[in-house]
């Protein structure tokens, strides 16, 4: 299945999609527009959690869900290990778009009328829950030992700088 690939920085883009978004909950009423973030929501940095993905796909299998990718992602080509994830996992085709520099996530997904949001961020959560929007947040964060694992995870894969890491932090001091 072909992805399409929507950078926010176009935001005609963007409202052609929330568009397209309300068409379909025109059409089908009981329709659920429901976002996920990418890294470690999707894609589970420490490998801990690998069966998430397989819920995740049976969520997005559903008749009355329609699901995409909201990234904060902003290189082009890690726009590109997105779609080679999807396709080795076999979601693709129940994520045809890929919403990319996302940065204020909460800005997006309420243009978009996102029903539910999946992230694992924690500042990302309270603004998008400030926008009344749902959000599940991935709750292995709330775990030292687990956040302990995650840095250096990503300290192994040489991807730490496109992380904020005191977030995570932060919340397991609370």
Not at 98 to 105: C, E, H, L, S, T
Not at 138 to 151: A, R
Request: proline letters at 1%.
């Amino acid at each position: 299945m072909n992805q399409t690939i929507i950078d926010c920085l176009m935001s005609s883009e963007v409202l052609k999609l929330a568009r397209h978004f309300d068409g379909i909950k025109k059409k089908n009423s009981t329709c659920s527009v429901v976002s996920f973030d990418f890294d470690d929501t999707l894609y589970d940095n420490t490998c801990m959690f690998s069966n998430r993905i397989n819920v995740f796909r049976n969520l997005m299998k559903s008749d009355n869900i329609f699901s995409l990718i909201v990234t904060a992602r902003q290189k082009i080509e890690r726009i590109i290990e997105i779609k080679e994830f999807c396709e080795y996992h076999n979601i693709a085709q129940y994520l045809p778009f890929i919403v990319y520099n996302a940065r204020n996530k909460d800005i997006i997904l309420d243009i978009l009328k996102i029903d539910m949001h999946f992230d694992d961020d924690i500042s990302s959560t309270i603004n998008i829950t400030n926008k009344k929007i749902p959000v599940m947040f991935m709750g292995e964060f709330l775990n030292s030992e687990i956040v302990k694992i995650w840095t250096e995870s990503l300290e192994e894969k040489n991807i730490s700088q496109y992380y904020n890491l005191n977030d995570k932090q932060k919340i397991i001091m609370v």
